[in-house]
């Protein structure tokens, strides 16, 4: 289990941050799965990162997050009417370094903008693809739609009805375990990297899922499961800080 410190939940770290953020309307969805299933798809140098399941087993756990991105820009520059604000959903998993510095691996993010899943890739290493998405909002209910456009058969939906605000995760909870992270890895023209992200710690509150058709799991050459971890949050502020090699 990972205390705050181990997370960097406090630490800033020394070198600037190079971009903000806003992460909004999250809905976390989650199931565990052997972790013999997921270790081949790491790339060498993570390790399986695993938490206990119900019956008491270490398990891999297997994420699909579905969001609103805003006010993304640059340091120095203003937000961009058209280009700082999307969707996107990553499919990701939980990883560290021989027991150290604990992170997550993603195996897609799409997103609704095309610039953005350039430079992602480019210069992040990140695997992006660019797709036709939306999220939408009523009171409660949130829905989300996405169809890759390389894919023009994947064809997605998620809804979900969001309940009350729930206490922050605490270290030792499978909600902290999959949830407050703030350490990415990547591979970048063949070296493994790690980028580090700073926000407070996600406002949670309860979710229900009420249907669900996703495609982008086993895209990822994982095979899905039932979601049986749930949970919502309205959003953080985020800083975005630059990749350094492992």
Request: net charge neutral; charged share 20%.
């Amino acid at each position: 289990m990972y205390t705050e410190a181990q997370l960097g939940l406090r630490e800033l770290p020394s070198q600037p941050h190079v971009m903000y953020q806003r992460w909004r309307s999250l809905l976390f969805l989650h199931f565990p799965c052997p972790s013999e299933e997921i270790e081949p798809l790491l790339p060498p140098g993570l390790n399986m990162d695993t938490f206990p399941d119900e019956s008491g087993r270490p398990m891999a756990w297997v994420g699909l997050v579905p969001f609103r991105m805003e006010g993304v820009r640059p340091r120095f520059l203003p937000s961009v009417p058209g280009l700082s604000a999307f969707p996107e959903t990553n499919v990701r998993t939980y990883v560290h370094r021989n027991g150290q510095d604990p992170g997550v691996w993603f195996f897609s993010l799409d997103a609704a903008n095309r610039i953005a899943c350039a430079i992602a890739r480019r210069f992040f290493g990140l695997p992006y693809f660019h797709a036709n998405m939306q999220v939408l909002e009523e009171r409660n209910i949130r829905r989300y739609v996405s169809n890759r456009y390389s894919a023009p058969n994947s064809l997605s939906r998620i809804s979900s009805v969001l309940g009350g605000r729930l206490p922050d995760a605490q270290p030792g909870t499978l909600e902290f375990f999959l949830i407050e992270r703030y350490l990415l890895y990547t591979v970048r023209r063949g070296l493994l990297m790690s980028g580090r992200v700073h926000h407070s710690p996600y406002p949670l509150r309860e979710a229900k899922l009420e249907g669900i058709d996703e495609k982008p799991v086993g895209s990822a050459e994982i095979r899905p499961e039932p979601f049986v971890h749930v949970m919502g949050s309205d959003g953080v502020d985020v800083k975005i800080y630059p990749l350094e090699p492992i």
